[in-house]
């Protein structure tokens, strides 16, 4: 089992920034490949970012590329999404998900990740 918190969700204005981290435990957290999603009132959840097991190989979606940065500090068990000029249209819950037994690969579709956080709230005012 894996357990998964996500943190550093909040309230910033357009073309703010916002760090989220998620902090795994339980297992080997650097044999995990990540990802983080969102979801926004009444859309379907997206991924957003995702990163393999080693960190040298990252995922983002049309929309963020440029302004979201996903890592992973496995001396830390933990993975980033640093997230700059922000616009409302990022508003949403986040959510980090982690797949086991992987091999070099990342995953976007969320039903191939095993474990998952609580979400934390990003909102964007204009």
């Known amino acids: 089992q894996v357990q998964l918190v996500e943190s550093g969700g909040g309230l910033v204005q357009t073309g703010g920034s916002l760090r989220l981290s998620c902090a795994a435990s339980?297992?080997?957290?650097?044999?995990?490949?990540m990802g983080w999603f969102r979801q926004a009132p009444g859309k379907e959840r997206e991924c957003v970012a995702a990163?393999?097991?080693?960190?040298?190989?990252?995922f983002y979606t049309d929309s963020v590329k440029g302004r979201f940065t996903i890592s992973r500090d496995s001396a830390k068990d933990t993975i980033y999404l640093q997230m700059n000029s922000l616009k409302p249209e990022d508003t949403a819950v986040y959510y980090c998900?982690?797949?086991?037994?992987?091999?070099?690969?990342?995953?976007?579709?969320?039903?191939?990740?095993?474990?998952w956080g609580q979400g934390t709230q990003v909102t964007v005012s204009s």
């Open positions: 998900a982690a797949r086991e037994y992987t091999g070099s690969s990342y995953y976007t579709m969320e039903t191939l990740y095993d474990y």
């Open positions: 339980g297992r080997t957290f650097s044999r995990y490949a």
């Open positions: 990163i393999n097991w080693s960190g040298d190989g990252t």
